[in-house]
């Protein structure tokens, strides 16, 4: 396969998100009315590829890059209906293991329509990806594999095989529930992105402050970058340099920010495929992910751009 046509693989979670629109987040014991209902496919991976899938549709045609995803699926009608999203979306599916007789996780969210603030109850009892479920793809046809923080003691097993194969694909991860497990992970991207609640978790106040404090704990080389909401972003380059991007918020105020740390980081891989530097690349991230906060889900995003 020739370089320039190997594809983005995401390696993470995918479920059923369960969406209720509220004018305002309920007290507790309160009884509210829900403005909308909503089903849509959700988790960290399946919503990058969502907007990678649409940045690479812009391209020339021998620009386009393919993307995938790898996870875990159950059966029943959630995961008909999220397969069916996947399709629509041209995100390839076929490598993920399937466990039938289990449901697929979900997630019920709270949208608050006054801010665009979301909160989330996630519940699973479906498997984490192994690395067997990893180690049979063909490295080759990817030259970007990015991995969501989840279960570390696999995710170490699936990155260290990328190394010992001949393949050299650039390796991401993404470090942002508050669990100090995933801190082994710091050490293996050669992209880190790092989340202001994982952030925040170790203490830090700022994401100059997270890009120093884990330059440390990172890979020799590797790039660090740290979202934090309407303060922007900042990336720390191979030699130790910050470059930072202003938040770009949407004309006309927050409406759904579900998502939009998966739509930031989709934006920076995006530009980094193509070679791009960091701090654009990292502007492009923040402006994407402004647009995806002014709108309800991920469709259309780059209608605006």
């Given at each position: 396969?020739?370089?320039?046509?190997?594809?983005?693989?995401?390696?993470g979670?995918?479920?059923?998100?369960?969406?209720?629109?509220?004018?305002?987040?309920?007290?507790?014991?309160?009884?509210?009315?829900?403005?909308?209902?909503?089903?849509?496919?959700?988790?960290?991976?399946?919503?990058t590829?969502?907007?990678?899938?649409?940045?690479?549709?812009t391209?020339?045609?021998?620009?386009?890059?393919?993307?995938?995803?790898?996870?875990?699926?159950?059966?029943?009608?959630?995961?008909?209906?999220v397969?069916?999203?996947?399709?629509?979306?041209?995100?390839?599916?076929?490598?993920c293991?399937?466990?039938?007789?289990?449901?697929?996780p979900?997630?019920?969210?709270?949208?608050?329509?006054?801010?665009?603030?979301?909160?989330?109850?996630?519940?699973?009892?479906?498997?984490?990806?192994?690395?067997?479920?990893?180690?049979?793809?063909?490295?080759?046809?990817?030259?970007?594999?990015?991995?969501?923080?989840?279960?570390?003691?696999?995710t170490?097993?699936?990155?260290?095989?990328?190394?010992?194969s001949?393949?050299?694909?650039?390796v991401?991860?993404?470090?942002?529930?508050?669990?100090?497990?995933?801190?082994?992970?710091?050490?293996l991207?050669?992209?880190?992105?790092?989340?202001?609640?994982?952030?925040?978790?170790?203490?830090?106040?700022?994401?100059?402050?997270?890009?120093?404090?884990?330059?440390?704990?990172?890979?020799?080389?590797?790039?660090?970058?740290?979202?934090?909401?309407?303060?922007?972003?900042?990336?720390m380059?191979?030699?130790?340099?910050?470059?930072?991007?202003?938040?770009?918020?949407?004309?006309?105020?927050?409406?759904?920010?579900?998502?939009?740390?998966?739509?930031?980081?989709?934006?920076?891989?995006?530009?980094?495929?193509?070679?791009?530097?960091?701090?654009?690349?990292?502007?492009?991230?923040?402006?994407?992910?402004?647009?995806?906060?002014?709108?309800?889900?991920?469709?259309?995003?780059?209608d605006?751009?």
């Open positions: 396969m020739a370089a320039d046509t190997k594809g983005a693989l995401c390696v979670l995918v479920c059923l998100d369960i969406i209720y629109s509220v004018d305002h987040y309920p007290k507790e014991d309160e009884d509210i009315r829900a403005s909308g209902q909503k089903w849509a496919k959700g988790g960290n991976a399946a919503n590829l969502s907007v990678l899938v649409q940045l690479e549709k391209q020339e045609e021998g620009e386009k890059r393919p993307c995938e995803l790898l996870s875990t699926l159950g059966g029943g009608i959630e995961t008909d209906y397969l069916a999203e996947l399709d629509e979306s041209r995100i390839d599916h076929a490598h293991r399937v466990y039938s007789s289990q449901k697929l979900t997630s019920f969210v709270l949208l608050n329509t006054s801010n665009g603030s979301r909160t989330i109850i996630h519940h699973r009892n479906l498997p984490e990806l192994k690395f067997e479920d990893f180690k049979s793809l063909d490295l080759s046809k990817y030259n970007w594999i990015h991995f969501e923080g989840r279960n570390p003691d696999e170490v097993a699936m990155v260290r095989h990328i190394r010992q001949p393949y050299s694909p650039v991401s991860i993404e470090l942002e529930k508050k669990r100090p497990e995933l801190l082994v992970l710091a050490g991207a050669d992209v880190l992105f790092l989340s202001k609640e994982h952030a925040s978790y170790h203490g830090y106040q700022s994401p100059e402050e997270t890009c120093l404090k884990f330059r440390d704990k990172a890979k020799e080389n590797a790039i660090l970058i740290c979202a934090w909401g309407e303060r922007g972003a900042v990336a380059d191979a030699t130790g340099e910050l470059c930072k991007s202003d938040a770009f918020p949407p004309p006309g105020g927050l409406v759904d920010t579900l998502g939009a740390g998966d739509t930031f980081n989709a934006g920076v891989i995006h530009k980094l495929m193509r070679g791009v530097p960091l701090h654009e690349a990292i502007v492009f991230g923040c402006k994407i992910a402004g647009i995806k906060c002014g709108r309800e889900g991920f469709y259309n995003l780059t605006d751009l």
